[in-house]
């Protein structure tokens, strides 16, 4: 569901955001054979379950490890501990097991960034030093076009695995 037009705080705004995104990528992803998961139609050769995994870490990458300095192991998970290299899945990796770390990872930024100030920087000693701290502002922002992006690359991706299309 679409944040309310009347919702003028940045930070609620962006938080039922992110929930509409989330609710969009676990349509997009339910209803899909194991099979269709874990294979790409497409020729940069992402899976499916592989973006659902990016994301789960993306979103970490930046609230717990980024805002809020929080020491993680494995930051770059979803790529192999190389923030540059291709996406991957563990063989225990599931769609029912990423969807809700995705959904766990929501709840973890709405409980941490609820009633924040917008302007507040993020926490020097996880992903920042003490000169390159983002406003939380500005990484809620970039982690809801992360999403937004993405959403659209699996709405590609569902479309053709089945002709399903729309939100």
């Known amino acids: 569901m679409?944040?309310?037009?009347?919702?003028s705080d940045t930070i609620e705004l962006h938080l039922q955001y992110l929930d509409r995104y989330r609710g969009i990528i676990s349509a997009k992803l339910t209803g899909l054979s194991d099979a269709d998961l874990r294979s790409s139609r497409l020729p940069s050769g992402w899976t499916p379950l592989e973006l659902l995994k990016h994301l789960i870490f993306m979103e970490r990458r930046w609230l717990r490890w980024g805002f809020t300095a929080e020491q993680v192991e494995h930051p770059w998970g979803d790529s192999a501990d190389n923030?540059?290299?291709r996406w991957t899945l563990a063989p225990e990796d599931t769609l029912d097991g990423l969807l809700a770390q995705l959904h766990a990872g929501g709840e973890f930024t709405r409980q941490v960034v609820s009633g924040r100030d917008p302007a507040e920087s993020a926490s020097a000693g996880g992903?920042?030093?003490t000169d390159d701290r983002p406003t939380l502002n500005w990484i809620l922002f970039?982690?809801?076009?992360?999403?937004?992006r993405h959403a659209g690359?699996?709405?590609v991706a569902r479309e053709l695995v089945d002709g399903a299309t729309g939100e």
Request: glycine share 14%; net charge negative; aromatic share 10%.
């Open 153 to 155: 690359h699996l709405d």
């Open 83 to 85: 923030p540059d290299g």
């Open 142 to 148: 970039h982690v809801l076009q992360e999403y937004a």
């Open 127 to 129: 992903r920042f030093g």
């Open 2 to 7: 679409k944040p309310g037009r009347e919702v």
